[in-house]
Structures are given as structure tokens and as C-alpha cells.
T-cell receptor, first 112, second 114 residues
Framework: GEKVEQHQSTLSVREGDSAVINCTYT??????FPWYKQEAGKSLHFVID?????DRKQSQRLTVLLDKKAKRFSLHITATQPEDSAIYFC???????????FGDGTVLTVKP | EAGVTQSPRYAVLQEGQAVSFWCDPI?????LYWYQQPRDQGPQLLVY????????NSQLPSDRFSAVRPKGTNSTLKIQSAKQGDTATYLC????????????FGEGSRLIVV
């Protein structure tokens, strides 16, 4: 089955700097790649996604890049703010089953 | 619009006891998921339904876990004879059918088995 790996378990940046979180996946049939944010003591909520028919998607301070050849995707956050501090989960969904597989999360800390 | 509702929020069990978790998805969402999230790990899919039908339960430990969604709306996840390894947060999520539809998660049910 699909395996999604997040290569940084923690990431610390200064407020105003950029943060990049990287993920890889194994299943070439995966076609949909969402990102979810989990703030302390709360559940997951959707932040941004990318589909396999494009290689870049931007929404305000968030950009997702997808490299299908390398089976790699990344979340870029610019001008980080303290409220960006949270656990970020990447995920991949199989085209055929729709099953969403998550990585283990990256704890992002934005220091003032 | 109401979000995904789960109950109870917390449960503490002795090994061997049983517990049921309940989920009320967003109205109109035909797909419902149960995920297990151990501490410091990502959510791991246990089972998901489209309406009342089980689509994938391959990761559900079938000897002790069961899940139903009898009318295609609310769902119950039951754990019988709980083990310490079941300690985790159980997340329910719902979505519309189709790849690429956003999953909306509930607040989760935190289970501790001692």
C-alpha cells in the first residue's frame, strides 16, 4: 500500500522567515495531495492541496510543489507568523480507491 | 453548518473492557472515515464507508474492532476487549464522494487503556 514519509519531524523558524516541509510517497497511482494542520489540542483541518495535473499551486502565503517523477511534494510557507505554529500533515490519495494516507507530521515552531 | 461531531471526547478503560465511539458527520456527506491517531503519529485509516456500505476495512483489527453506519448517516466504532496498544485518538471524518474532496475531521475521541 501507499506510504507517505515526512522527512522532518520538527522545524523551527524565526517569525517572518520561510518554512519548507517535504514529503515523499510511494504509489504512482496517487493523484491528490492535501495538507492538513493540527493546532495544539485540536483536530486536523485542511489548508491546501494539489492534484497531479499541475506541479504548483499557491494560496496566499502557502505554495505546494509537486514532482511526480521523484514522487515528492512540499509545502512552502512564506512570511511565517506565530499562529502558523502547529503540526502539519501531508497526505496522498490513490486515484482508484480514494484512500487517503497521511505522513507522521512535522511540528512547525515559529519563534517571535 | 455544523461540523463533524464525536462522542465521548475521552475514555479511560482497563484492559479487557469495551468502548463505543459515535460520530455524526456533516449533513449530506456520503463518505465517512474512522482514523486511529497514536500519540506523535499521523492518522491511520481503520475503515471507511460510502453511505452504509463498507468500502475498505482492511486495516481494522477485525477480531476486536467493529464499525457500522446502518442508515448511511451516523456511525459507531466499537472496541471490544481493549488492549494498551489501542491507546490513541480516534478521529472521524466525512466528505463528499470522490478523490480530491476535502475531509472534515471531528475533534476526536481520546482513548487511554491502562
Amino acid at each position: 500500500g501507499e506510504k507517505v514519509e515526512q522527512h522532518q519531524s520538527t522545524l523551527s523558524v524565526r517569525e517572518g522567515d520561510s518554512a519548507v516541509i517535504n514529503c515523499t510517497y510511494t504509489d504512482t497511482a496517487s493523484s491528490y495531495f492535501p495538507w492538513y494542520k493540527q493546532e495544539a489540542g485540536k483536530s486536523l483541518h485542511f489548508v491546501i492541496d494539489i492534484r497531479s495535473n499541475v506541479d504548483r499551486k499557491q494560496s496566499q502565503r502557502l505554495t505546494v510543489l509537486l514532482d511526480k517523477k521523484a514522487k515528492r511534494f512540499s509545502l512552502h510557507i512564506t512570511a511565517t507568523q506565530p499562529e502558523d505554529s502547529a503540526i502539519y500533515f501531508c497526505a496522498a490519495s490513490n486515484t482508484n480507491t480514494g484512500k487517503l494516507t497521511f505522513g507522521d507530521g512535522t511540528v512547525l515552531t515559529v519563534k517571535p | 453548518e455544523a461540523g463533524v461531531t464525536q462522542s465521548p471526547r475521552y475514555a479511560v478503560l482497563q484492559e479487557g473492557q469495551a468502548v463505543s465511539f459515535w460520530c455524526d458527520p456533516i449533513s449530506g456527506h456520503d463518505t465517512l472515515y474512522w482514523y486511529q491517531q497514536p500519540r506523535d503519529q499521523g492518522p491511520q485509516l481503520l475503515v471507511y464507508f460510502r453511505d452504509e456500505a463498507v468500502i475498505d476495512n482492511s486495516q481494522l483489527p477485525s477480531d476486536r474492532f467493529s464499525a457500522v453506519r446502518p442508515k448511511g448517516t451516523n456511525s459507531t466504532l466499537k472496541i471490544q476487549s481493549a488492549k494498551q496498544g489501542d491507546t490513541a485518538t480516534y478521529l472521524c471524518a466525512s466528505s463528499l464522494t470522490g478523490v480530491g474532496n476535502t475531509l472534515y475531521f471531528g475533534e476526536g475521541s481520546r482513548l487511554i487503556v491502562v
